[in-house]
Structure formats: C-alpha cells, structure tokens
C-alpha cells in the first residue's frame, strides 16, 4: 500500500465514524428508526462517494431499498452536499429528508422503497448512458435481502446477456431482514456463484475493509456489469448494540446511543 | 365516418412507430418476446438500436424503461395487455407513473379479443392503469386513430397507457378525424338515447345504432377514446336530458369506460339512467371473437336488445344486420 493509498483509506475511515455518527444522532431524536443500515452500510457509502470517484451530478446513483437514504444523508452532509443541520429533520413531517427516499429526496438519481426494483432501473440509466456515448458510471446499492424479489434476478440476466458495463452494484450482505437473519428465512447463497453465472464480475469483499473495497471498485470495466458482494455485521462494530435488538428497525434506548457515541469517539482519529 | 364492412389496415401500430422513431431520436421500444405478435418487428428490422427485447421479463422492462426515460428517452414498452399491467402493476407505480415519466405502455389484444382464455385477456387494465395517479388511459379504435394516438402520446409529457388490437385494424374513420388526449366525439346525434363506446366496441355501436335508427329509434353515439382523463363537457352535453346512457365497453364493467361515465355523472349530479355493458364482474374463457362476444353479451345484438328495453317501445327488437364475413374486410362483432 503506497503513503498516498494509506491516507486515503485512513480519510474514508474516519468518513465512515461519521457516517455512524450523525445517523445515530438522526434516529435518536425519534427513538427509533433505520441505524443498523447506516452501521452495516457506512464503508460501503464512504467508498462510493468520498474518493472523489463519484461525480455528483454526471455519474448515477441508484438506492434500491429507499430505507437505506439514512446513509446517504450522513455521507451527503459529511462531504457538504446538504447542510448538516437538515440532518436534524430526518423523518419529520413535512421535511425532505424522509425515513424511506422519495422521488422529493434530494441528490439521489433514482429512489425505490419497493424492494427488488433497483437494478432494472440503473440498467436503464447504463443503458442511455452507453447509447449517449457517455462515460458516466452507474452505481447502484443493493441490500442481500431484495435477492429474493424475482425482478433482480430478472434484471441481472439482462445485464449479463448485454454486457452492460460502467454499472457496478453494491451489495450489502449483511444476513438482515425484517423477519430475522436471511439465512434463517431462507437460502440466497451462494451469492457470488449466482452473479457470476449471471454473467457479471463478482468481488466478495469484507464491507467493512475500506481497501478492500476500494480495490474491489476499481476493478469495474465498459462492457461488462460488476457486483461487489460487501460482507457486513449490521450492528457494524458496535458493543453498545446488544445481540438481542432488533437492528433492522431499531428502537434506540438512550443508553445504547450514549454506548455507541461513545465508541465512535474513541475511535475518531 | 365509413360503412361497415370497413376495409382493412394492416399493423398500423408498427407503422406509425417506425415514422416516430424515424423523426424523434429519442423514441425508443422495448418488448417481452412478443415482437411481430406487437408490430414491433417493424421497428427492430428498420432500427435496430433503437430496438430491446428484454425476453420475458416485463417487471424487469419497466424497470428499464423508468431508467431511460428518466435520462430523457421516450421509451413504448409492448406486450399483450395483461401482460403489460397486471403482471407488472407495483413496478409501473413506482417507476413510471409516480415519478411521472415519459413510459407509453402499449397493451394488444384487449379484452375477450384473445382467444386465449383468462390468463392472455385483458379484461382489467383499463381499471388497474386508471386508478394509478399520472396515467393517461386510451383505448383505440381504428387504423386513423392508433395512427395518430402514436404521436400523440409520444408528445404527451407523461405515462400512458394505450390498449388496442393488432394486426387488422378497421378503417372506420377518414382523414378528417383528429384525435386528441382531451376528447372524446359525438359521432351520430339522436334525441331518445346514448350510447358511449370505446376502442373494438366502436363498430358494433355504430351498427347498433343504425339498426335502431331504422326502426325509430334515435341514439346518440360518442366514441370516447381517451378513458382517462375523460372529456366530461362532451359526454354531458351527449346525455343531455335523454332518456337513458349505455356504455359498452370490451372490458369489465368495473373501472373502465362504464365507471369513468358514472363517475362524471355522479360528479355532475346528472340523473340519468345508465346501463353498463361489458363483462359482467366475471372472468371469461378460451375461445372465437364470435363465440366469446355472443357469450359474454357484448355484441350488436346484445346493445340493440338493452337499448330497445329501455325505450319502452312496443314490439320486438330489430335484429342485428347479418355480417357477412369477408375477406379482406373487418365486420363489427
């Protein structure tokens, strides 16, 4: 690893703390609501926008389960996109920064809470993309648990069939899903074996390793799509968070917020 | 307007696509495996680009089209209409007509049209397309107005949904008839009655209507093209103080053209009999045109009979002309 690689990846690190940070925050003020996806996602939502990778505005951005739009306000308020104050309006009435993304949702190019829908999507913005000549990157974020909907095994086919490139997916394997750990309500694996049958390029990475990641991403090409499985723990590396929560739609008791607080400052460096 | 039997147009749907496609670089087509069965074999030889078969799949090709048409491109997704709505009806929300996007869903074989049974009819898609906010609802029925429907649309800033039949397509008006998205026409004036049609019930109300005129009877006729947004100030002036309204429709009598009718009257507080033909709330089955359209009592005689009922004239009912079956033309069912 070069000094310049190291930095970077030392910068997205502490991206990710506040990414955490200003999502625990969020879901405090009403107690409950989407922290184990800002704890699970953060090094994924660091990577694909806080290198400079990603052009706000050119490249695409797709959010597949619209749950996740937690995430993306940290990141968007870390890196100046929307002012850190707004923060504090998360999923209150009224305001723009609801608790599932919206077509009102601000930045994001294309918003689904119906789950699945994602990548048929963002292989339509690839689409006109490549049809336009364009270099513009198409990324689009994915939870393990939509791999049940048929429609992105549908869309998967596509893109491998057509070769569509300058689309990479991320995928947030974190065994999560509203009625317990996906393993438990049935099988998806083996995930990268399915992709690559699929036809598309297939890294499985620790979603939590900001290198790894990174590596991962830049192994994208034009003429055929990439998924990065990103294995993650969707209470992330968090003590305070106990076994026994449900993390998925978390209620958030003051003492577990203090616990984690605490622990993201410790670690901030 | 022409008499029937009418002659014949042939895939007029593909033709005009091609021309859009032609002139507006933009426009693109999608389909799911039904290429020449949705005329779109027209387009795919001509310009391949501007051509996708995404293979069955058609939650995954709304999901495609929303994608492109959000970057700018006006984007016709065709399949068999049940195939095209009910299959794919939470993706067509939230991609298409939620975000109000440039998405024309195109439906063939509409209502008991397909022989195929229940499964390949579409006898709901007015209703499901019409309940959904941003969508436009058109149900086509002749060579003249799919010929400028396509346009239409395609100007249209918005989804829509356009259902019709495919192949040979009726000519039933000339080149004086000018579709619009806003209205619907008064094609005959009478005093005693109305009768509101849409898309392959136009013929046989035509039909109806002059039989029934011929033995005293005098109906009004609208043809109402566009079921969603409907054009109430036509169809109000149309009913006027007449004595009854029939709606015939080759779709369920819930949701579609019928409902649409009863709403703007009730909206208007016009308090006129109304008698709604298509299928009864009932699925149908597999089957001929005649077959089907005599069973399920959406015919010529089927309107005679109701509007003659409602008249309180004396006497039986004219019967129905006898259509003779030529080739090469089209006869109303």
Not at chain 2, 10 to 33: Q, R, S
Not at chain 2, 114 to 143: C, E, F, K, Y
């Amino acid at each position: 690893m070069t000094s310049q690689t190291l930095v970077d990846t030392l910068a997205l690190a502490r991206l990710s703390n506040r990414i955490r940070f200003h999502a625990t925050n969020m879901v405090a003020i009403q107690g409950f609501g989407y922290l184990g996806q800002a704890m699970s996602a953060a090094e994924i939502f660091a990577t694909i926008f806080g290198n400079n990778r990603f052009k706000l505005g050119y490249d695409r951005f797709v959010l597949s389960p619209g749950h996740y739009v937690i995430v993306f306000y940290a990141v968007a308020a870390e890196l100046g996109w929307i002012k850190k104050e707004e923060l504090l309006s998360y999923g209150a009435d009224g305001s723009l920064l609801e608790a599932i993304s919206t077509e009102r949702t601000p930045l994001i190019d294309l918003n689904c809470g119906s789950l699945g829908q994602g990548l048929s999507g963002g292989i339509g913005l690839a689409l006109v993309a490549r049809e336009e000549n364009k270099n513009r990157h198409t990324y689009v974020f994915l939870s393990d648990g939509e791999m049940e909907e048929g429609q992105i095994w549908e869309a998967a086919m596509f893109a491998g069939h057509h070769q569509v490139g300058n689309l990479t997916v991320l995928l947030d394997a974190n065994n999560s899903q509203v009625d317990g750990s996906i393993d438990f309500v049935t099988t998806i694996e083996p995930l990268a074996a399915k992709w690559s049958s699929f036809g598309w390029q297939v890294a499985e990475v620790n979603g939590h390793d900001i290198a790894e990641l990174t590596k991962a991403m830049n192994l994208a090409k034009d003429n055929q799509p990439l998924i990065i499985i990103a294995r993650t723990k969707i209470a992330g590396h968090m003590r305070a968070i106990p076994d026994s929560v449900d993390v998925h739609f978390i209620k958030l008791e003051p003492e577990i917020t203090s616990g984690i607080l605490s622990q993201l400052e410790e670690e901030y460096v | 307007m022409f008499d029937s039997p009418y002659e014949i147009a042939l895939k007029p749907y593909g033709m005009a696509l091609l021309e859009l496609a032609k002139k507006n670089p933009n426009v693109f087509c999608l389909g799911a495996d039904l290429t020449r069965q949705t005329e779109t074999d027209i387009i795919r030889d001509e310009l391949p680009n501007r051509f996708i078969n995404v293979g069955m799949a058609e939650a995954n090709m709304i999901g495609i089209a929303g994608g492109m048409a959000r970057a700018g491109k006006i984007v016709f997704v065709n399949s068999f209409g049940v195939f095209t709505t009910r299959r794919c009806y939470d993706q067509i929300a939230m991609a298409v007509a939620y975000p109000n996007l440039n998405v024309k869903i195109v439906g063939f074989m509409p209502g008991i049209s397909s022989p195929g049974g229940p499964s390949h009819q579409a006898i709901d898609d007015m209703a499901l397309m019409r309940a959904l906010p941003n969508m436009t609802v058109v149900d086509l029925a002749d060579n003249e107005e799919i010929t400028q429907a396509v346009a239409a649309v395609a100007e249209h800033q918005g989804p829509v949904y356009m259902r019709l039949k495919r192949g040979e397509i009726p000519i039933i008006f000339d080149k004086d008839h000018k579709f619009s998205l806003r209205s619907a026409h008064h094609l005959i004036q009478g005093s005693d009655g109305c009768i509101i049609s849409s898309g392959m019930m136009v013929p046989a109300a035509i039909s109806a209507v002059k039989t029934l005129s011929d033995a005293g009877l005098k109906l009004s006729l609208v043809n109402c093209p566009v079921v969603k947004p409907i054009d109430i100030e036509t169809i109000l002036s149309a009913i006027g103080t007449k004595n009854f309204v029939i709606t015939v429709e080759n779709h369920s009598i819930i949701g579609g053209l019928g409902s649409a009718v009863a709403e703007a009257m009730t909206d208007k507080g016009v308090g006129v009999p109304l008698i709604r033909l298509g299928l009864q709330d009932t699925f149908a089955e597999s089957g001929s045109r005649e077959f089907l359209f005599e069973k399920y009592q959406l015919g010529v005689q089927k309107l005679i009979d109701s509007a003659w009922d409602k008249s309180g004239l004396k006497g039986e009912a004219p019967r129905a002309p006898l259509q003779q079956i030529i080739s090469g033309k089209y006869a109303p069912v």
